[in-house]
T-cell receptor, first 110, second 112 residues
Framework: AQRVTQPEKLLSVFKGAPVELKCNYS??????LFWYVQYSRQRLQLLLR??SRESIKGFTADLNKGETSFHLKKPFAQEEDSAMYYC????????????FGKGTKLSVIP | DAGVIQSPRHEVTEMGQEVTLRCKPI?????LFWYRQTMMRGLELLIY????????DSGMPEDRFSAKMPNASFSTLKIQPSEPRDSAVYFC??????????FGPGTRLTVL
C-alpha cells in the first residue's frame, strides 16, 4: 500500500528565512510525486511535480529515492507563501489515484 | 475555461436530511474524482469515474453515500441521510488521462 507522510501539521517561519516542508512516502515501485498548494479560501492547485524538475514561485523539490523523500524547499520565505501544502503520490503515469499526505500549514511571519 | 465548477459552495443542513453536491468537470476531461477533506483525515478519495463509469468507489464511507455521473459534464454526490460526522469540505477534480488533476473550489458541508 502507498502512503504519504507529512510530519509537520504546522510550520511557522519568519519572512526571508529558508523553508523546508517535509514529505516522506512509502511505495515499492517508481512513484510520481507532487506538491499541491491551497491558499486561503482558494482551490487546491498543483505547485510542482518531480518529473518536471522545475522551480515554481521559488520552490523546488527533489525526489530522493534512497530516503523516500520529496521535501519542498524555498531559500527565502515570502508572506504570500502562507498556505496549506499537500504532498501527493501517484503510483505511475498510468495510475489514476493520488494519495495525499495530511498537509502542512505554512505560516510566514512578517 | 472556468475550471471545475461545484455547487453549492456552502451547505448547512440538519441531520437526517438529504444532501446533493454537484460538479461540472472541465470540458474534454475524461476522469472525475470526488474527495473529502477533514482536519482529522486530510484529503481522502471517495470515488473515481473514467468516461462516466465508476471505476473505484472503495473510498465511499458507507451506503449513505452515492455518486452518479450521467454524462461527461455533470456529476453528483449524494448523502442520504446526512449525519454530523459528514461535515467536511467536498472537492471534485477532473483531468485528462495522464495529465494533472484540476480541483474545484469545494463545497463546505455542515450537518447540524
Amino acid at each position: 500500500a502507498q502512503r504519504v507522510t507529512q510530519p509537520e501539521k504546522l510550520l511557522s517561519v519568519f519572512k526571508g528565512a529558508p523553508v523546508e516542508l517535509k514529505c516522506n512516502y512509502s511505495y515499492s515501485g517508481s512513484p510520481e510525486l507532487f506538491w499541491y498548494v491551497q491558499y486561503s479560501r482558494q482551490r487546491l492547485q498543483l505547485l510542482l511535480r518531480h518529473i518536471s524538475r522545475e522551480s515554481i514561485k521559488g520552490f523546488t523539490a527533489d525526489l530522493n529515492k534512497g530516503e523516500t523523500s520529496f521535501h519542498l524547499k524555498k531559500p527565502f520565505a515570502q508572506e504570500e507563501d502562507s498556505a496549506m501544502y499537500y504532498c501527493a503520490l501517484r503510483s505511475g503515469a498510468g495510475s489514476y489515484q493520488l494519495t495525499f499526505g495530511k498537509g502542512t500549514k505554512l505560516s510566514v511571519i512578517p | 475555461d472556468a475550471g471545475v465548477i461545484q455547487s453549492p459552495r456552502h451547505e448547512v443542513t440538519e441531520m437526517g436530511q438529504e444532501v446533493t453536491l454537484r460538479c461540472k468537470p472541465i470540458s474534454g476531461h475524461n476522469s472525475l474524482f470526488w474527495y473529502r477533506q477533514t482536519m482529522m483525515r486530510g484529503l481522502e478519495l471517495l470515488i473515481y469515474f473514467n468516461n462516466n463509469v465508476p471505476i473505484d468507489d472503495s473510498g465511499m464511507p458507507e451506503d449513505r453515500f452515492s455518486a452518479k455521473m450521467p454524462n461527461a459534464s455533470f456529476s453528483t454526490l449524494k448523502i442520504q441521510p446526512s449525519e454530523p460526522r459528514d461535515s467536511a469540505v467536498y472537492f471534485c477534480a477532473s483531468r485528462r488521462t495522464g495529465d494533472e488533476q484540476f480541483f474545484g473550489p469545494g463545497t463546505r458541508l455542515t450537518v447540524l
